[in-house]
Every structure is written in structure tokens, then in C-alpha cells.
């Protein structure tokens, strides 16, 4: 068995993964759901007799998981693209921009704040997820172009910071 703690804006999950025959068991808190692989990135998810489709893949270091039609992104921490675009943005480490187009729900910093690399700067909700966006350097805010409520695309920088 083996134990994960996953944290989804304020709040931590401790998940247990045991691998069992041909299920593996995922326990997520009280929730406990059994996954059978039906094909390769295809599987079936059980949770008290409801049974979900489920299909993964990983693509450009982040996984594209979609759950009965609800599709969800997700990011390891500890990627270097994180709180960035890893494509487009990645070298401007001055500039953070959304990860995704959406709405800002929380901006938690001001302009004058002192920042440390991958500090948490803001959450954007898109597709239904709220996505911490880290710092991509240490440094000082200079700006924030946007508040809270307001949309935001990939394109405009919504933090400015001046990097130490």
C-alpha cells in the first residue's frame, strides 16, 4: 500500500493506493473507488456500485484525465512549466501569465509583495477546476493586471514581477 497527501487549493487529501488482483483500490479520505483497466489509458472506476469511464493520457508532462465526459488537467508540482505557460512563456520568468483561459478567483498578492520561487501568486478557475498559479521566480510584484472575477486568456500577463 502505498499513502499520497494531495493538495487542492486550501485543503489536503490523504489517499491510500493498494493494488489488489486485477483492481487497484484508491481510498481518497472516506471515499474508497475500485479501478479495473479495460485498455491501455481506459479504465472503469467503481464507488458504492456507480460505475465511471475513465480515460488518461499524458501529454506535454501534464495528464488529460476525462470522467465521464468532464475533462480535468493536472500538473506534477514540481515541473518546471508549472505556474507557466511551458511553451510560449517559460522564458520570460518575469511575467506570469494563466495556464489556461478562465476566471480569477483569489489573487494572493499585491503589488510590492516580495514573492519566492513557486510561492503560490493567484487561483484561476477553468473547466469547473480551481489552478494555483505559482511564482516562476523569486522577486518583488511590480503589477497585477487583472482582479478578481475578471476573465484572463494565455496571452496577457496577469502578474509582473522584477526579478532579484
Same mark, same amino acid.
Given at each position: 500500500?502505498?499513502?499520497?497527501? %494531495? ?10 493506493? &493498494? ?14 473507488? *475500485? %479501478?479495473?483497466?479495460? $485498455?491501455? !489509458? ?6 458504492? !456500485?456507480?460505475?465511471? *469511464?475513465?480515460?488518461?493520457? &499524458? ?17 506534477? $508540482? ?7 505557460? $511551458? *511553451? ?9 501569465y494563466a495556464p489556461m483561459p ?9 503589488? !510590492? ?5 513557486k510561492q503560490p501568486l493567484m ?11 505559482? *511564482? ?12 478578481? !472575477? ?15
Amino acid at each position: 500500500m502505498a499513502e499520497f497527501e %494531495f493538495i487542492i487549493g486550501d485543503r489536503t487529501y490523504l489517499t491510500e493506493l &493498494k493494488q489488489e488482483a486485477v483492481t487497484t483500490v484508491i481510498k481518497v479520505d472516506d471515499l474508497e473507488f *475500485s %479501478f479495473k483497466e479495460l $485498455s491501455p !489509458g481506459h479504465y472503469e472506476a467503481t464507488n458504492k !456500485g456507480k460505475q465511471f *469511464s475513465i480515460a488518461a493520457v &499524458k501529454h506535454r508532462g501534464k495528464f488529460l484525465i476525462d470522467i465521464d465526459a468532464m475533462l480535468f488537467e493536472v500538473s506534477e $508540482s514540481g515541473q518546471e512549466e508549472f505556474g507557466a505557460d $511551458s *511553451s510560449a512563456h517559460a522564458a520570460e520568468k518575469d511575467k506570469v501569465y494563466a495556464p489556461m483561459p478562465g476566471k480569477i478567483v483569489k489573487l494572493l498578492v499585491e503589488v !510590492g509583495d516580495r514573492v519566492s520561487e513557486k510561492q503560490p501568486l493567484m487561483i484561476i478557475e477553468a473547466m469547473k477546476m480551481e489552478n494555483q498559479v505559482n *511564482s516562476p521566480a523569486s522577486g518583488i510584484v511590480k503589477a497585477v493586471n487583472a482582479s478578481v !472575477g475578471e476573465q484572463v486568456d494565455t496571452v496577457s500577463a496577469v502578474i509582473e514581477l522584477e526579478i532579484e
